[in-house]
């Protein structure tokens, strides 16, 4: 099968399931999302990832290595992830 997410860097075979099991299909749909929102789509859908997959979606969209993101904007990511979701409990 050639799944165009494990094209992406850092997706690997689980995180593209996950993915593909959010309705997220295409490196086209992951750039209408967002890291930080196709990352919620997977925990939503009851998969325990772990941050580490928000950075690599965020590298992936970056095409760069999630290791290689500016801790400036992991912490954005985060703070964007906060407030979505302290949002969605009020």
């Known amino acids: 099968m050639n799944?165009?997410?494990?094209?992406?860097?850092?997706?690997g075979k689980t995180s593209a399931q996950w993915l593909?099991?959010?309705?997220?299909?295409?490196?086209s749909d992951l750039r209408?999302?967002?890291a930080v929102d196709a990352y919620r789509?997977?925990?939503?859908r009851g998969f325990r990832a772990s941050k580490v997959l928000l950075y690599a979606i965020e590298?992936?969209?970056l095409d760069m290595h999630w290791n290689?993101?500016?801790?400036e904007r992991?912490?954005?990511l985060n703070k964007q992830l906060?407030?979505?979701?302290?949002r969605h409990k009020n």
């Open 20 to 27: 593909h099991a959010a309705g997220i299909h295409s490196a």
């Open 41 to 44: 789509a997977v925990r939503t």
């Open 82 to 86: 906060e407030a979505i979701s302290s």
């Open 59 to 61: 590298g992936a969209l």
């Open 32 to 34: 209408r999302l967002g």
């Open 3 to 11: 799944d165009e997410l494990q094209h992406l860097r850092n997706l």
């Open 68 to 71: 290689d993101i500016p801790s």
């Open 74 to 76: 992991k912490e954005a």
